[in-house]
């Protein structure tokens, strides 16, 4: 089966810079993708890894090493609207399927 | 552009009741993907459609089925309603199917979602 950790909750100062971890056991690895989730909004996709190394997107960069299982989300310039959930995400390939299995989502409260 | 919509917003049924829940995709999308959201599960993949075909599926029991017409629009219909099924139920569009798009992630965009409530 599949298997994501990422932690429950976070909190860090307006400005500062903020990493969130996601590790992961799966087979068939397809892809690892981040999303954004205000309370009471859909999620909004961030990121996505399928090789390792570090994408950067504005103040939003994520990182993957597939050996290790192992993603980061790292957000810089933190503003107070960062406050949401943030969803680690992981594809495989199963039977001919492609099935994302997300994590239970990290609570990150930005404060002044 | 307008957005994924999802038909309707909020939902109340009965336990052993059968419901139709409706997502219009962006337009020129032909992907739609459907989850379920918990409290306690969290996000959870149902079912993926492509022209008018189920591309993948999730691990939900045979009550959760679905289908896509030749608009692309998607129906997803859940047969003997279980407490356990009141959930927040999204859809999610994309331009390309999963399986085409394995190096370069085809972006999807979420609707505001269902949320039903099984009584």
């Known amino acids: 089966g599949q298997n994501i950790d990422q932690p429950t909750e976070m909190t860090a100062t307006e400005g500062a810079i903020v990493q969130i971890n996601c590790t992961y056991q799966t087979s068939g690895f397809n892809g690892l993708f981040w999303y954004q989730q205000h309370a009471g909004e859909a999620p909004t996709f961030l990121s996505y890894?399928?090789?390792?190394g570090l994408e950067e997107k504005g103040r939003f960069s994520s990182f993957l090493s597939r050996s290790k299982g192992y993603s980061y989300l790292l957000l810089k310039e933190l503003q107070m609207k960062d406050s949401a959930s943030y969803l680690c995400a992981v594809r495989s390939a199963s039977g001919g399927s492609y099935i994302p299995t997300f994590g239970r989502g990290t609570s990150l409260i930005v404060h002044p | 552009k307008a957005g994924v919509t999802q038909t309707p917003r909020y939902l109340i049924k009965t336990r052993g009741q059968q419901v139709t829940l409706s997502c219009s995709p962006i337009s020129g999308h032909r992907s739609v993907s459907w989850y379920q959201q918990t409290p306690g599960q969290g996000l959870q993949f149902l079912f993926e459609y492509f022209s008018e075909t189920q591309r993948n599926k999730g691990n939900f029991p045979g009550r959760f089925s679905g289908r896509q017409f030749s608009n692309s629009r998607s129906e997803m219909n859940v047969s003997t309603l279980e407490l356990g099924d009141s959930a927040l139920y999204l859809c999610?569009?994309?331009?390309?199917?999963?399986?085409?798009?394995?190096?370069?992630?085809?972006?999807?965009?979420f609707g505001p979602g269902t949320r039903l409530t099984v009584l």
């Open positions: 890894n399928v090789l390792d």
């Open positions: 999610a569009s994309s331009f390309q199917d999963t399986r085409s798009s394995r190096l370069a992630y085809n972006e999807q965009f």
